[in-house]
């Protein structure tokens, strides 16, 4: 299949990694803004609801469903989402500005679109959102939710009150990862979606992923330039009213924005990928979830049944069986997870950055538990359960002994893959980052990949990417409640795969995220473009 041939290709190796001639072309290196030239900007209300639900509660159990979604929430959704967090100048005189969301690079390819149809305050059209002014600027006119429901071949989208549509530049992300860059795509659309879903559901605004949609027609929609730049993901808000009317034919938009840099670099691998991933038409896509149905909920390892979760179920094929350890009981039951961590979501994505530097001082053990329950809890979604399986080196975490271990999300408990001290493998799995060795554990997520194309099609490739995304997207925010750290990480391919077998057999790596406390003190500047409680806007 292509997106394993594509896998095969862009897997990392101590030698492919030292053979490499690809270096860092900083004359061309991508705006990180998609500004449109000759649109006005609507600014959205900056005086934000602060998401004081606690982090936690915010993660297993959405608030009671909103009468309406007004701009005011549709703005908070979006800064807590894609907002900028802060800004950070260097020496030099560089400027960063960091988003809500972690992203690879701080590259921030995802650009952020959304179908209004009933929002309070906003005419019904299609906008997308410029975290840099924190502004909307309306692409389209009118009620486009009858158009996109049929793209998505999901008759809801047309009554729910607006979805937002998560797009990449592929370019944004290429200009440093090249062809693996469409990886990342779903990664970091991934994390960002860990915090969208929890805003949404933090203002009861009922959040429903899909990730099946046919490509072409919501591109059109968007009016974006498919080899550049492609629809990912969507997520319906707020309640339910009546259909939209008939959309109509849509004429082509395509309004100018700024180039990102004077010369870009094309990967036809990466367009090859994200064609074959594609899917043709509604047929297809009622198709494409049907297979997916089949899809085993976790294969051994399922998460917690969880609301809203419409796909799952058990059938032929499917991931490969845990193999039987031999020894003594090789189960470690963990702690319950806490339940509350005494941190508003909203305070929790403000503070959140990713640890640069990890201390050896240990987690303790309802601490990691806290993190492994949130990073595999179920999604409201076509998405099947049990697309990632979740694999852990433990470094330092009181009461667990270090090892590896796979997480068994039914039982809540680790099964003890390797006993001993595994920080320089680990440190030499995650690319040879010393992160890897000094977190105090390290969550690898790993797909049964073979098995899930068979069951879900090429189109399976981007389920995994997606799912091991929001899972270490979810495992951040929990981190950030509870007052430790987290930092995604890149990784040897094959070499993850090995140093868990035999349990891992079958399976390939997909993401790593690494927990522990931070070696350094407080993170530096923090500067927000909107006003939250207790902080002056800027
Ligand atoms: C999918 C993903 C992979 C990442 N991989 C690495 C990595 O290999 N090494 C690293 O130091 N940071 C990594 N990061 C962290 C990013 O560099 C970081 O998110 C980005 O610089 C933005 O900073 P912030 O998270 O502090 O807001 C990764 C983040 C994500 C979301």
Redesign the pocket.
């Known amino acids: 299949m292509i997106a394993r041939r594509y896998h095969d290709r862009t897997a990392h190796s101590p030698a492919s990694v030292r053979a490499s001639p690809h270096t860092l072309d900083w004359d061309v290196k991508p705006f990180p803004f998609k500004i449109y030239t000759e649109l006005p900007a609507l600014a959205l209300p900056r005086d934000l609801d602060a998401l004081a639900a606690d982090t936690l509660a915010a993660l297993a159990r959405p608030a009671a469903r909103a009468e309406r979604l007004g701009l005011a929430e549709l703005a908070a959704v979006l800064y807590h989402a894609a907002g900028v967090t802060r800004k950070k100048t260097y020496p030099g005189g560089g400027e960063v500005l960091?988003?809500a969301a972690?992203?690879?690079?701080?590259l921030y390819q995802t650009e952020v679109y959304v179908v209004a149809g009933a929002v309070a305050g906003l005419e019904p059209g299609l906008y997308h959102f410029g975290p840099g002014d924190f502004a909307l600027r309306r692409l389209r006119a009118g009620d486009l939710r009858e158009a996109l429901a049929r793209a998505a071949a999901d008759a809801t989208l047309a009554r729910r009150a607006a979805t937002v549509v998560l797009t990449a530049i592929y370019w944004r992300n290429t200009w440093k990862y090249q062809a693996r860059g469409f990886r990342?795509l779903f990664?970091?659309s991934g994390?960002l979606l860990a915090n969208l879903l929890a805003a949404a559901d933090a203002l009861g605004q009922a959040p429903r992923l899909l990730a099946g949609f046919v490509d072409a027609d919501v591109n059109r929609l968007l009016g974006v330039d498919p080899a550049r730049e492609a629809a990912l993901e969507l997520v319906l808000l707020g309640p339910e009213g009546a259909a939209a009317p008939p959309a109509g034919a849509l004429a082509e938009v395509a309004h100018p924005y700024m180039p990102l840099s004077s010369a870009e670099v094309d990967y036809p691998l990466l367009r090859e990928v994200h064609a074959a991933t594609s899917l043709a038409d509604a047929d297809a896509v009622r198709a494409w979830r049907a297979a997916c149905a089949s899809w085993p909920a976790g294969g051994g390892r399922a998460a917690p049944p969880s609301r809203g979760r419409d796909v799952a179920g058990s059938g032929a094929g499917g991931p490969p069986p845990r193999p039987v350890l031999s020894g003594t009981d090789p189960t470690v039951p963990l702690p319950p997870p806490r339940a509350e961590s005494g941190r508003g979501l909203g305070a929790t994505i403000q503070r959140?950055?990713?640890t640069r530097e990890f201390s050896h001082e240990p987690l303790a053990a309802d601490e990691l538990a806290t993190a492994l329950r949130a990073a595999t809890r179920g999604l409201a979604a076509d998405v099947p359960a049990g697309c990632v399986d979740l694999y852990l080196v433990v470094n330092a975490v009181t009461g667990v002994a270090p090892g590896a271990y796979a997480y068994d999300a039914g039982a809540h408990a680790l099964e003890a893959v390797r006993a001993g001290d595994f920080r320089r493998a680990s440190a030499h799995l995650?690319?040879e980052?010393p992160?890897g060795g000094d977190a105090a554990a390290v969550l690898y997520f790993l797909a049964p990949l073979d098995a899930l194309l068979a069951a879900c099609g090429e189109r399976g490739y981007r389920l995994a990417n997606l799912a091991a995304?929001v899972a270490?997207g979810r495992a951040y925010l929990a981190a950030y409640a509870l007052g430790f750290g987290a930092?995604?990480?890149?990784f040897y391919d094959r070499e993850v795969t090995d140093f868990f077998a035999p349990h891992a057999a079958g399976r390939d790596a997909i993401?790593v995220t690494a927990l522990g406390r931070s070696a350094r003190a407080a993170r530096a500047t923090i500067e927000a473009n909107v006003t939250l409680p207790g902080r002056p806007a800027r």
């Open positions: 960091f988003r972690p992203s690879t690079g701080a990342h990664w970091d994390t959140r950055g990713s995650c690319l980052q992160l995304g270490g930092s995604g990480l890149t993401f």
